[in-house]
């Protein structure tokens, strides 16, 4: 797998889901709407996570602690997500206390977008090529990033979602 299209990739969705926060704010960034899972704050939050515990692998440097901590699921604050409130799994709360402002937020997202990136970018294509198990499913290294490229996807569309059910103006179209 060559590293270079990887690391472009990784960077390509960095817009996909930007673009759908527009129109957020920091009063909005915890809106949800009945029937969907996840507010704005919380998806950048996650996909930012996921991308940084990939990274550590990669880099072996621990995830940005300037941006996360290992609490309760309540310790998060307007700089910090606490990991435990967005896991997989997690009921993401009303409460904007508990969720950083969305700039931060977004802050958090770029900088996992651009360690992803460099961290694949740095690495052989031999080395993207080793196998390994994520969620019981095997696949190589690349693989691994390209998935995570398919999550921020995955969420870029769960916002698409909320700002219909929100009543928010489309941004394709």
């Not at 930007?18 to 998806?43: C, K, V």
Request: glycine share 12%.
């Amino acid at each position: 797998m060559d590293p270079k299209t990887l690391a472009h990739t990784v960077t390509y969705t960095e817009g996909l889901l930007t673009r759908f926060l527009d129109g957020f704010d920091d009063e909005s960034r915890t809106s949800q709407a009945p029937g969907l899972p996840n507010h704005a704050i919380w998806l950048l939050g996650h996909c930012g996570f996921s991308m940084n515990r990939v990274a550590a692998e990669f880099d072996g440097e621990p995830v940005n602690g300037a941006f996360y901590l290992d609490g309760d699921g309540t310790g998060g604050d307007s700089a910090r997500f606490d990991i435990t409130s967005i896991r997989i799994g997690s009921t993401p709360a009303s409460d904007p206390t508990l969720y950083p402002t969305l700039d931060r937020g977004l802050d958090c997202f770029k900088a996992a977008i651009q360690r992803l990136s460099t961290a694949a970018a740095n690495q052989s294509s031999e080395w993207l090529d080793q196998e390994l198990v994520m969620h019981g499913t095997r696949l190589t290294r690349g693989e691994q990033v390209i998935r995570l490229c398919f999550h921020n996807g995955y969420h870029a569309g769960q916002l698409g979602d909320l700002r219909r059910a929100l009543g928010m103006p489309r941004v394709i179209g």
